[in-house]
């Protein structure tokens, strides 16, 4: 059975729920007024026909929602085009044809059996492939997973490396909190953003003073930017690592300590550079168990998931409800290389999550270099062939893919028309 808001001259033993204004039920899509009622109940709809024109209708209505449904039947052949230019799923003219009609319906029908399947998998998939913040189902993503679960109840140390923003700090969170002293101190310190008498007053302690590696107690020191660890802190943290225990510069009394430390780190784990800074003994004691954590262009194939996750934590917390992101705007994420990785993705969700009065989010709600992004992507496809492609193919759904009317609009030809849509695989 179809539900649908408009009812037709001709009955195709659709259930029709009524007529109603235009405003009612664009207001009625975008969830800013309760749903239709129909014989005093909230009756949902599959697919919504507009009489007429209904061009202004329709926009209001692919604003609100950009998965509706909208199938136009009017008069104007001048107006198919348009409305399907602006988002309507089929155009009809007066006087329907009932079996191109039908078909059209059913072959919505089926989208939208889809979609709701879709759906219902990345639910599942959102929740399989989330493990203690860490989201995705990148080949990588896995084993980054599996190695965690493996290590967690034992790991004393261990170097994170990985660009800024990929996630570094949050691989160390998950391994704390999968320990045994998940309620235990678990402390960031940025090893680049203090001097060196300061550093090692913070962590190592002095006088009184006991120091982060003593007061963490069985907890995590996380230790970011290790290769700006100073080099008076090397014997230090590689007696901790070592042997648990500390023994201050200048003094030879021995403090134990429990935790464990993460080491993270932008440059390359296996690379000179990060061996010299440390030093050998110390890069050989952190480093014996590494992870390497992908940056967000090598594991595009999580941006839907990442995507997800980010609104449904911002409707979580804001109790502001973003449905998602239009087609148009995955595909530019997902030619957008992201030098700032998971980091920039999230704040950029969070940015326009905030900003946007849509339920999802649009090509118009991102930054400007999206746009830019998109004109060059435009002009480096764009090609003869492509546009006479889309033209033809446009004209021919147009026409309920009758042959001798596609022919008849574009001014060719039949049997042209029929060896051009043979080399397009459109029949």
């Given at each position: 059975m179809i539900n649908i808001l408009v009812k037709l001259k001709e009955d195709p033993g659709e259930k029709v729920l009524g007529l109603f204004d235009g405003c009612d039920v664009v207001c009625a899509v975008a969830g800013k007024a309760p749903p239709l009622k129909v014989a005093g109940e909230n009756t949902p709809y599959d697919i919504i026909l507009l009489e007429g024109n209904g061009l202004d209708t329709l926009r209001s209505?692919?604003?609100?929602?950009?998965?509706?449904?909208?199938?136009?039947?009017?008069?104007?052949?001048?107006?198919?085009?348009?409305?399907?230019?602006?988002?309507?799923?089929?155009?009809?003219?007066?006087?329907?044809?009932m079996k191109a009609f039908k078909n059209t319906v059913e072959h919505i029908l089926d989208l939208i059996r889809l979609r709701q399947e879709t759906g219902k998998l990345e639910n599942i998939l959102s929740s399989k492939y989330t493990f203690y913040g860490i989201v995705g189902k990148n080949p990588a993503i896995l084993e980054i997973k599996n190695f965690i679960r493996r290590i967690a109840p034992y790991c004393k140390a261990i170097t994170i490396g990985g660009e800024a923003g990929a996630g570094k700090e949050l691989v160390a969170r998950a391994l704390h909190d999968m320990s045994q002293y998940s309620e235990e101190s678990?402390?960031?310190?940025?090893?680049?953003?203090?001097?060196e008498q300061t550093l090692e007053r913070e962590l190592f302690g002095a006088g009184d003073l006991p120091g982060l590696f003593v007061e963490a107690g069985h907890g995590t020191i996380v230790l970011d930017n290790i290769e700006y660890l100073p080099i008076s802190a090397h014997e230090p943290l590689l007696g901790i690592v070592r042997h648990g225990e500390l023994v201050r510069n200048g003094s030879g009394k021995r403090i134990s300590v429990n935790c464990r430390v993460a080491a993270l780190t932008e440059m390359d784990l296996t690379g000179n550079d990060l061996r010299a800074a440390l030093g050998e003994d110390l890069y050989t004691s952190l480093t014996e168990l590494n992870l390497h954590v992908p940056p967000l262009r090598d594991r595009k194939d999580d941006m839907p998931l990442l995507i997800r996750y980010f609104l449904r934590n911002f409707s979580e917390r804001t109790g502001k409800r973003i449905s998602g992101a239009s087609m148009p705007v995955q595909t530019l994420f997902m030619k957008y290389d992201w030098p700032?990785?998971?980091?920039?993705?999230?704040?950029?969700?969070?940015?326009?999550?905030a900003d946007t009065n849509e339920t999802f989010i649009g090509f118009d709600d991102l930054?400007?270099?999206?746009?830019?992004?998109?004109?060059?992507?435009?002009?480096?496809?764009?090609?003869?062939e492509d546009a006479i492609k889309s033209h033809v193919r446009m004209v021919y759904d147009l026409s309920r893919q009758d042959l001798d009317e596609a022919a008849d609009r574009l001014g060719i030809r039949s049997t042209a028309l029929k060896k051009k849509l043979e080399s397009y695989s459109l029949i």
């Open positions: 209505i692919k604003d609100a929602d950009p998965r509706a449904e909208v199938v136009i039947i009017g008069k104007a052949t001048a107006k198919a085009v348009e409305s399907v230019r602006e988002g309507a799923s089929a155009y009809f003219e007066r006087p329907l044809e678990f402390v960031v310190y940025d090893c680049a953003a203090t001097t700032g990785n998971v980091t920039e993705l999230e704040n950029l969700i969070e940015r326009v999550a930054p400007p270099r999206f746009a830019k992004l998109a004109e060059e992507d435009s002009l480096r496809s764009l090609s003869l």
